[in-house]
């Protein structure tokens, strides 16, 4: 069996977050447009911006990163670059954050290696080049604050260790102009080798 790993201390959490009705990101779905119409996504937040792609009027599961300094444009990814569009069309969802768990869309990657995982199944896929595992027994670990995206993840088996401390900040995944709302550190051991660091970013929506 591997040598356990200390986990990062970093799912502490100020008391102000408890009483936030949402804390970003988290998924949102499209309310009070028309049926044939679509909900613009804007280039910059304000209705008179380009318009760099669209949602649909019963789109659902919409990741919202970030909030313009207003409060009234959410940021979203369009493709591969970042797009804004207007709160007052998005409803958010109180089943994303549930306790001990994880977005069923939840997924996070980084470069330098490249590297990515998911959690799957109760089980995590970690995915390298050359190099791809599948880690069963995943546990995940919340703050105990309401609807906090703070997440910790920890799976071992006899050959592999993976600890990873997820908390809410903008990340950017260097090779897009895409904005994430979760960065991850991630630390992997195998047997006989040393522990590796990497850091990310991560999304929850597919």
């Given at each position: 069996?591997?040598?356990?790993?200390?986990?990062?201390?970093?799912?502490?959490?100020?008391?102000?977050?408890?009483?936030?009705?949402?804390?970003?990101?988290?998924?949102?779905?499209?309310?009070?447009?028309?049926?044939?119409?679509?909900?613009?996504?804007?280039?910059?937040?304000?209705?008179?911006?380009?318009?760099?792609?669209?949602?649909?009027?019963?789109?659902?599961?919409?990741?919202?990163?970030?909030?313009?300094?207003?409060?009234?444009?959410?940021?979203?990814?369009?493709?591969?670059?970042?797009?804004?569009?207007?709160?007052?069309?998005?409803?958010?969802?109180?089943?994303?954050?549930?306790?001990?768990?994880?977005?069923?869309?939840?997924?996070?990657?980084?470069?330098?290696p490249f590297w990515s995982f998911e959690v799957r199944d109760g089980g995590l896929i970690w995915d390298e080049p050359n190099h791809k595992i599948a880690l069963?027994?995943?546990?995940?670990?919340?703050?105990?604050?309401?609807?906090?995206?703070?997440?910790?993840?920890?799976?071992?088996?006899?050959?592999?260790?993976?600890?990873?401390?997820?908390?809410?900040?903008?990340?950017?995944?260097?090779?897009?102009?895409?904005?994430?709302?979760?960065?991850?550190?991630?630390?992997?051991?195998?047997?006989?080798?040393?522990?590796?660091?990497?850091s990310g970013c991560c999304r929850i929506a597919r």
């Amino acid at each position: 069996m591997l040598k356990r790993l200390v986990v990062m201390a970093v799912l502490a959490a100020g008391p102000a977050a408890a009483t936030q009705e949402y804390i970003l990101p988290t998924l949102f779905d499209v309310q009070g447009v028309a049926a044939g119409d679509v909900l613009n996504i804007r280039a910059a937040p304000n209705a008179s911006a380009t318009i760099i792609g669209t949602l649909l009027p019963d789109a659902k599961g919409v990741e919202i990163t970030g909030h313009d300094p207003s409060g009234r444009w959410g940021q979203v990814n369009a493709g591969e670059q970042v797009g804004w569009v207007s709160m007052r069309f998005l409803n958010y969802r109180t089943d994303v954050w549930q306790p001990g768990k994880l977005p069923a869309g939840f997924s996070c990657g980084g470069t330098e290696p490249f590297w990515s995982f998911e959690v799957r199944d109760g089980g995590l896929i970690w995915d390298e080049p050359n190099h791809k595992i599948a880690l069963s027994g995943a546990v995940v670990l919340d703050t105990g604050v309401f609807r906090d995206p703070r997440r910790g993840i920890y799976v071992e088996d006899d050959h592999d260790l993976l600890t990873a401390a997820i908390t809410p900040a903008q990340c950017s995944d260097g090779m897009s102009d895409m904005a994430y709302g979760l960065q991850a550190t991630v630390i992997r051991q195998s047997r006989d080798a040393a522990p590796v660091m990497y850091s990310g970013c991560c999304r929850i929506a597919r």
